[in-house]
Every structure is written in C-alpha cells, then in structure tokens.
C-alpha cells in the first residue's frame, strides 16, 4: 500500500469554546500561521507572519480559507469546533526540479476540525515548516472529485479522505470533441514525492486513477491544435 502523504495519527482534539483563533509556528519560531474568524465572523481566515529583526512582521495579509464541492460549500457559515495539539512531523521528501532537491520535511502540525451550516464536517491540517507553510483540506470518511473549465483547458481534482487507497473512474464526454494532452499528477511510491504523467487522450475514453490514503490527483486537459 502506498505511504500517504500526511499520516494518519491519532490527535487529541480540544474543544473550541469561545477561541477565536489558532496558532501553529514553525519549529525554528520564525514563521507563524493564524488562522480565525474574518470581518464577517462566518468565515474563515489566515496570515502568515515572519520572524525579522523588528520582530513578528505579515508577509500575507488575512486571505480566506475555504473549498467548494458539488455538494457542499465551505467558504460562508462555518465554525472552528476544536483544534488539535501541535504535533511535530520529520517526513523527508525529494522534488523532482530545483537545486534543493533532498528536503529534511521538518514540520509543526495542527488539524482543526470545521462545520458548515449543514453539520458537515472538514478538517484543516495546518503544517509550519522553518522554510515555508502549507495546508491541506481532508473531509473525514469522504473522496471528492471536482473538475472546472478556465479558458480552453479542463482541470480534474480529487481528494481521498480516508486511510485506504481508493479507485475512481469517469467519463470523459465533458471536454468536447477532439484530442486533448492530459497532465496527471498523483501520489508517488515514496513519501510525498509526486509523479508526472503526460499522454494524448479522446473524450470517449473512460479515465481510472488511484488515489492513495488521504491523497489525491490533478489532472489537467489541454486540447490539442491542428487536429
């Protein structure tokens, strides 16, 4: 079974209250991530701030958190109902361009737990890295595959919330006649390392990927000119 990119552990929740924000620092101290209510006080914001020599200074100003399905939203109506203790994480990875390619993974964790007005759930896992930041939405027990146009190309993306690897399959009439190059991106055999696939593919094929535990793809089609 494939190693999922970030592992499945088990975190003591708290409960939210009256917490109106959450903190996660990296593990040198030098960069933080808030992430609270915004103006409207049913949305969800975050900034990212860094270490100087005049102390804590924003690089990115309160942006807003949030993810669309096809059958849920959670962008207005939510609620942070607890949040996790901060967890340290040591997932060496390699990336496949750049001069840095061997990087020591070296993080701090925290995964808050969010409802929409619905009662459905989202988890946000918040990582602080001494170099950087990252985030990731995981919806609990659930997969979701979403595809959107902009301009002439097409992008599928999938999420796979749950510790098993999953298999999805679907029809590609969608993207028109012709012949379109398609970029795939997946999970690779190693931990958080990402593997590359280009090929030509027709709107009357049938597309089947896996996802690995609590992984996922992105797709991207691509129509070909002078068919």
């Known amino acids: 079974m494939k190693k999922p990119l970030v ?10 209250g009256e917490r109106k924000e959450w903190e996660l620092a990296s593990p040198d101290g030098n960069i933080v991530i808030q992430v609270g209510y915004g103006s409207e006080g049913d949305n969800i914001q975050y900034q990212i701030s860094i270490r100087s020599d005049t102390g804590m200074n924003p690089v990115l100003l ?17 609620t942070i109902k607890s949040g996790s ?5 040591h997932e060496p990875y390699k990336l496949l361009h750049g001069k840095r390619r061997e990087n020591p993974g070296h993080a701090n964790q925290r995964t808050l737990r969010i409802q ?19 985030f990731r939405y995981v ?17 599928i993306g999938g999420i796979n919330g749950e510790d098993k690897e999953k298999t999805v399959q679907f029809e590609l009439s969608f993207l028109g006649r012709g012949r379109y190059k398609m970029l795939l991106m997946t999970d690779g055999e190693i931990n958080r ?17 896996s996802m690995a535990p609590f992984g996922g793809f992105v797709a991207r089609f691509t129509p070909i000119e002078g068919q």
Do not use: H, M
């Open 7 to 16: 592992i499945a552990c088990c975190v003591i929740f708290t409960a939210c």
């Open 62 to 78: 309160p942006s807003p958190l949030g993810i669309e399905r096809a059958d849920q939203q959670f962008v207005e109506g939510l």
């Open 85 to 89: 203790s901060v967890s340290s994480i």
């Open 116 to 134: 929409n007005s619905e009662g459905a759930k989202l988890d946000l896992e918040l990582r602080a890295y001494n170099n950087g930041v990252a």
């Open 139 to 155: 919806f609990p027990g659930e997969d979701a595959v979403l595809a959107r146009r902009s301009g002439d190309d097409w992008y």
């Open 193 to 209: 390392q990402v593997e590359a696939e280009e090929r030509t593919i027709r709107p009357e094929e049938k597309l089947e990927i």
